[in-house]
Each structure stands twice: as structure tokens, then as C-alpha cells.
């Protein structure tokens, strides 16, 4: 399939290509850069640029709560849209967080396609569960 002949191609090339491979120790502190970019882009679309708004509450669960519920209740506390400029940023920095991602799972031997697949089975069998 294409889809694992990219994801793999994908960890090929990172392992052919990043200069830190060899190094986990380096990996991890650029991964965890990479999420702490991430984390401030985002922030700096709501309060920088305000292509995006965040709307913040208390949600509260009955005892009565169903599933569709506390899915409904989860929804999105995130309103607008990423304006272009936001939208190069964040894609920049995820994509960065994926390269680590694919050269930590080079350093220790496993597959990214096939971590992508088990994970999605999970989801797919414990749906709402996958996450508690």
C-alpha cells in the first residue's frame, strides 16, 4: 500500500538524513522542543495573531451522563481558523515533531507505520475507551 510504503520511506529517509540519529539523548530533547514549539504556535495564534479563540468552562458529568453526552460535552473549546501564516508555523513544528519521532523510533529498532496501526486497532476496539 501507499500509505506504508510513505510512513516507511519516511523513517528511511530521517534515518539517512538527521545528523543526531546516533545520539537518543539529542532525539528526545528535540522532540520534546519540537512539542514545546507546538504548544507555544498555538498559543500565539489565540493571543498573538487571534486567528483562534479559546473558550474555556467547567463541564461538569452527571451520573447520568451517556457516552454521546460527554462526547457532546468534549466537543471543541476551539473557535475560528488558522489564518495561513499560523497554519505554515504549526505544520512546520508538527512535522519537525515527526522527524524525532520517526529518528527515536530509528535509535530504538521499531516501526512507525506498524506503532500507527496497532494504535489504530486499539481505537477502533475501545473507541471512547482508548483514552481513559
Known amino acids: 500500500m501507499l500509505k ?8 528511511y529517509t530521517v534515518s539517512e538524513q ?3 540519529g546516533g545520539n537518543i539523548l539529542d532525539i528526545l530533547s528535540k522532540h520534546q522542543e519540537c512539542s514545546v514549539k507546538i504548544n507555544r504556535s498555538i498559543v500565539k ?5 487571534g486567528c483562534l479563540k479559546i473558550d474555556v468552562k467547567k463541564k461538569v458529568l452527571s451520573e447520568n451522563s451517556s ?6 460535552m468534549l466537543e471543541s473549546n476551539v473557535s475560528g481558523q488558522l489564518c495561513d501564516q499560523c497554519i505554515e508555523i504549526i505544520e512546520t513544528e508538527i512535522g519537525r515533531s515527526l522527524v524525532y519521532l520517526a529518528a527515536l523510533c530509528n535509535q530504538l529498532d521499531l516501526n512507525l507505520f506498524d506503532i500507527m496501526i496497532k494504535e489504530h486497532d486499539k481505537m477502533r476496539i475501545l473507541k471512547y475507551y482508548s483514552f481513559t
Do not use: H, M, P, S
Request: a negative charge; charged letters at 25%; glycine letters at 4%.
Open 4 to 11: 506504508d510504503l510513505l510512513a516507511d520511506q519516511f523513517q
Open 18 to 20: 538527521l545528523l543526531c
Open 67 to 72: 457516552i454521546a453526552d460527554i462526547k457532546k
Open 45 to 49: 495564534a489565540v493571543t498573538g495573531c
